[in-house]
């Protein structure tokens, strides 16, 4: 009876307009129903009601420690040790470099070789000194301390040899300090000479006085030519940036890049301008004067050829002239002698 009133309480919600033969006060507590059927339910059901699955507890996550080991800094001794060693050497005092040396002491050459322990390094210092041109001096301009752990250091730097009348000879080096008590002591210094770089410097150096920048002012024209002239790659080539103007307007700029040919054994030119020209061009030096011969394509076509003839003055003038000069199969004025300034700020 009880749920045939429940039912009849929801048709007459749900489908509004049909009878319903349900006592009046019971439609105006749904509620009411809502709980009876709610706890019928629970009465009429086949299994008791379970218990909710226990909440598990979670274990509080572990104190994370902000705690920072502090590293351990190089001390003032080690830059001690190495000026002390440097100025051994630089005094050739074999005995005080040998104190710098732990009793198992390794060191490797540059080729290689390893000599070990105070007597071999004693040996090895002293024939090398004997041989050691009287100018020879140590430094080393750069150098890095590491404290690998408080009784061991690591030093790498780069050390330069110098001696009257010759280049500076340049390496790398890594050494390792074992602390003895209140000293630090090599226990191994292993040397690696640097390699130069690969330049063609001694074949360009000829052309070294057109670095700078340069100014040509026409004599009877307006017009104006300015070149700058670097070095570049490690000194393999020289650039040189130039601008052509006439009455403040640029009419056309470039690049030559001049460089050696090992193979012609000769300089080289290679050049461009801003209208898509480009060509090649040969140098050749003859009782001081720079001849440049020059094959050219224009951006129409058109071949040209020309011979520029640089000629220095002094450290700040040079004259430029041009000749034999073709284009498309016809001979073109010469250009006469005018004289290049450089540019000094």
Known sequence: MLFDNIKSAFQSLILPGKECAVNKKL????????????IAGLLCADEPPTAPPATEVKEAPAAVSTKTETAVEPTADLKKALDGYVSAYNE?????LLSYWSAGGVYTTSNGNQIQGIEELKESFTSYFADLDKSTRLEVPEYEHEMISPKIARETGIAMLYQEGQDPERSEYTAYYIREGDEWKLESLEELVIVPEVSNYEQLQPLEWMIGEWVIDGNKSDTTVTFTNKWTMNQNFIISNFTITTDGQTEMSGAQLIGWDP???TLRSWIFDSQGGFGTGSWSENNGHWSLRMLF?????????????YTPIDMDTYQFESVSRERGGQLLPSIEKVTAHRVVD
Do not use: H, K, M, Y
Not at 92 to 96: E, L, Q
């Open 263 to 265: 193979v012609a054994e």
């Open 297 to 309: 394509q224009t951006n129409e076509g058109e071949t040209a050829s020309a011979i520029n003839i």
């Open 27 to 38: 439609l105006t507590n749904i509620p009411a129903f809502i709980s009876v059927f709610c």
């Open 92 to 96: 050739r005092n074999v005995d005080a």
